[in-house]
Antibody
């Protein structure tokens, strides 16, 4: 069925790195821009990164800019998030989400979400 | 950054009664094409968010018609005509006009 499945979460020490993956299935992955959205325990939603359908455009909020890198492999229908210099405040469930458009500049909504993967940054 | 403010933050409703959630943005969400880039999502306990309304007033596929979105510019409302038990969860508004994409704080709907 049409779905997104995240993986790669876990417990990591502050300052270390982690890579998350999101596997897409049963839709034409390279038609859509993709995003990462996170949710700290008991908190609201925070947008983390976006990438265009072809990987040429990438966007980040200031809170992760320079530390996180979003990428995609359209041949493998996979979205990734490389997280460096992790901080305790990065602790959250990380969701991948499908953009309704091919580029984040034209985002209308997120019409498909994964189930999320938990990242805990703790010493 | 566009700040999204929801009210109320918590809402208790009797089944069959209506419910309304407000969302205010710190700047207009109207694009040059005339559409309001405002979405509503529902996150049920232990689940990922699900899209209810996009572009201010368009119901997503499969969303019951008891849900409706309205408003323009900086003031938006999500209405549920007759709340059902399955509607419990946290409702978020989100602006899709520009990056950084931002969400409201969330409104928790509880059934009385």
């Amino acid at each position: 069925q049409v779905q997104l499945v995240e993986s790669g979460g876990g417990v990591v020490q502050p300052g270390r790195s982690l890579r998350l993956s999101c596997a897409a299935s049963e839709f034409t992955f390279n038609y859509y821009a993709m995003h990462w959205v996170r949710q700290a325990p008991g908190k609201g939603l925070e947008w983390v990164a976006a990438i265009s359908y072809d990987g040429t455009q990438k966007y980040y909020p200031d809170s992760v800019k320079g530390r996180f890198t979003i990428s995609r492999d359209n041949s493998k229908n996979t979205l990734s998030l490389h997280m460096n210099s992790l901080r305790t405040e990065d602790t959250a469930v990380y969701f991948c989400a499908r953009d309704t458009s091919y580029a984040p500049d034209f985002l209308e909504a997120y019409d498909l979400w994964g189930q999320g993967t938990m990242v805990t940054v703790s010493s | 950054d566009i700040v999204m403010t929801q009210s109320p933050l918590s809402l208790t409703v009797t089944p069959g009664e209506p419910a309304s959630i407000s969302c205010r943005s710190s700047q207009s969400l109207v694009q040059t094409n005339g559409y309001n880039y405002l979405d509503w999502y529902l996150q049920k306990a232990g689940q990922s968010p699900q899209l209810l309304i996009y572009l201010g007033s368009t119901r997503a596929s499969g969303v019951p018609d008891r849900f409706s979105g309205s408003g323009s510019g900086t003031e938006f409302t999500l209405k549920i005509t007759r709340v059902e038990a399955e509607d419990v969860g946290v409702y978020y508004c989100m602006q899709a006009l520009q990056t950084p994409i931002t969400f409201g704080q969330g409104t928790r709907l509880v059934i009385k």
